[in-house]
């Protein structure tokens, strides 16, 4: 089942998104500001965002600029081709004015899942006993699933991505900057003792070797 998260500050329009989702068999998140979208995105993964621009305490804009990984339609007042344009190169994959219309708000959707769902297809990641999966930040080890936090899984995407290479921590961090919020060198630290702690949790190799002094790299 396919989750969307709402971001809309409007009561009665929110509530007209989410029942609209519900009844074509979406799962569904609900935020009501900028703020709270960003927190609930720190715990959960979703296929994609409706997001408004006009948002209390962080803008839609802002929420756009800090989402990398999640295609975004944009639900607006906002009418201005100025608007449009610089959401859309600001990385937001589509943008419907309101008043909208559901049934082509609906077929909007259908296109980036679809689109999404190709590239989750051919990104996932495979490595020995381990399979990282694109479309819901899941790694799979020796066939058990295993959640991953939104840093955690960019983590582990950049060191799998280049398994016999030496990764420093500045370019791990640089790598990671774009799918995450900020993380420094004693964070990232934290977050690769979480990975290899719960790969433990299925298998006693080891899947990631610290060199000391440069950086991460995995384990031949």
């Not at 009501?32 to 621009?53: F, P």
């Not at 980036?112 to 790694?139: A, G, V, W």
């Not at 990975?195 to 190799?205: F, L, M, P, Q, V």
Request: contains cysteine; proline residues 2%.
């Amino acid at each position: 089942m396919n989750k969307i998260l709402i971001v809309e500050d409007d009561i009665s329009i929110h509530n007209i998104l989410e029942e609209l989702l519900k009844k074509e068999d979406y799962l569904t998140y609900n935020a009501y500001s900028g703020t709270e979208a960003l927190l609930l995105l720190e715990k959960e993964s979703v296929d994609l965002i409706l997001l408004d621009l006009m948002l209390p305490a962080i803008s839609g804009e802002e929420i756009i600029e800090k989402i990398k990984d999640t295609p975004i339609i944009v639900l607006s007042a906002k009418i201005s081709s100025e608007d449009k344009v610089n959401c859309l190169m600001s990385g937001a994959n589509d943008y419907i004015t309101k008043p909208f219309d559901s049934k082509e708000l609906l077929a909007r959707i259908e296109v980036q899942l679809r689109s999404k769902n190709k590239s989750s297809i051919m990104e996932t990641l495979k490595y020995k006993d381990l399979e990282l999966l694109n479309d819901n930040h899941t790694l799979l080890i020796c066939g058990n699933k295993v959640n991953l936090t939104k840093t955690e899984y960019a983590i582990l995407k950049h060191l799998l991505l280049n398994p016999h290479q030496v990764i420093t921590k500045n370019k791990l961090l640089d790598l990671i900057s774009t799918d995450t919020e900020d993380c420094d060198e004693n964070s990232l630290r934290v977050h690769i003792s979480n990975i290899r702690k719960k790969i433990r949790d299925y298998t006693e190799k080891e899947y990631i070797e610290s060199i000391w002094g440069i950086g991460f790299k995995i384990k031949d």
